[in-house]
């Protein structure tokens, strides 16, 4: 089946610095979506990316939807405590129930302060 | 504005039980998927329902299955439970507009533990 290549698995930064997380696919998707989990909560949307080439920005985060529909990545600056958590990315396949979703394993942001 | 809701949050059950999971969809919301999230991976899509039926479906074995109310609120039910069933299971709701496809508002989960 499908799956998504998250990368880095893990990270650990400083306070105050930029975070960069990528995520590829062996399948062309239509709709890419990042979301970020805390502990014992359920996944809350961050960005939604509907074109090929998209850059949408939501306050310090930036996420790009590939050229090839096969990728994308999700940019943090200046970052603070409260980012720490799992960030997932996920696919959307054209034709695919609306709420059918692949996900990523997942990016965990630990950042020292 | 009332979130998506769950119950229970913890439940721990014995391998070939039968388990049900419930789910309250956000206001206006019409669309709800089921998702297994197993520690340490990202989720999976399990089933979605719209309309109170079953309108997409993932890998999963017939044993899964659910329900979908007039009032959009949702069950999950799992029989015959084996080990690997061990997982935080999510409810999302959705609006059900085409434009928003994958904005999905996820609840806290289920947390179930078989033994």
């Known amino acids: 089946g499908q799956q998504l290549n998250q990368s880095p698995q893990s990270m650990f930064i400083q306070e105050g610095e930029d975070v960069s997380m990528n995520c590829t696919s062996s399948?062309?998707?239509?709709?890419w979506l990042w979301y970020k989990q805390d502990p014992g909560e359920g996944p809350v949307l961050l960005i939604a990316l509907y074109k090929a080439g998209e850059l949408t920005s939501n306050g310090r985060l930036t996420a790009q939807f590939g050229i090839t529909r096969k990728d994308s990545f999700l940019n943090i600056s200046a970052s603070i405590p409260s980012d720490v958590g799992i960030y997932f990315c996920a696919g959307h396949l054209y034709g695919g129930s609306q709420g059918n979703l692949i996900f990523g394993k997942g990016t965990k942001l630990s950042v020292k302060p | 504005e009332t979130g998506v809701t769950q119950s229970p949050t913890h439940l721990i059950k014995t391998r070939g039980q039968q388990v049900t999971l419930r789910c309250s969809s956000q206001?206006?919301?019409?669309?709800v998927s089921w998702y297994q999230q197993a520690l340490g991976q990202g989720p999976q899509f399990i089933f979605q329902?719209?309309?109170?039926?079953?309108?997409g479906r993932g890998n999963f074995p017939p044993r899964f299955s659910g329900l979908q109310f007039p009032n959009y609120s949702s069950e999950l039910n799992v029989n015959a439970l084996e080990l690997d069933d061990s997982a935080l299971y999510l409810c999302?709701?959705?609006?059900?507009?085409?434009?928003?496809?994958?904005?999905?508002?996820f609840g806290e989960g289920s947390r179930l533990t078989v033994l």
């Open positions: 329902y719209y309309r109170e039926e079953e309108n």
């Open positions: 399948s062309i998707f239509n709709t």
């Open positions: 206001s206006g919301h019409n669309t």
């Open positions: 999302a709701s959705s609006p059900g507009t085409v434009r928003g496809t994958g904005e999905l508002f």
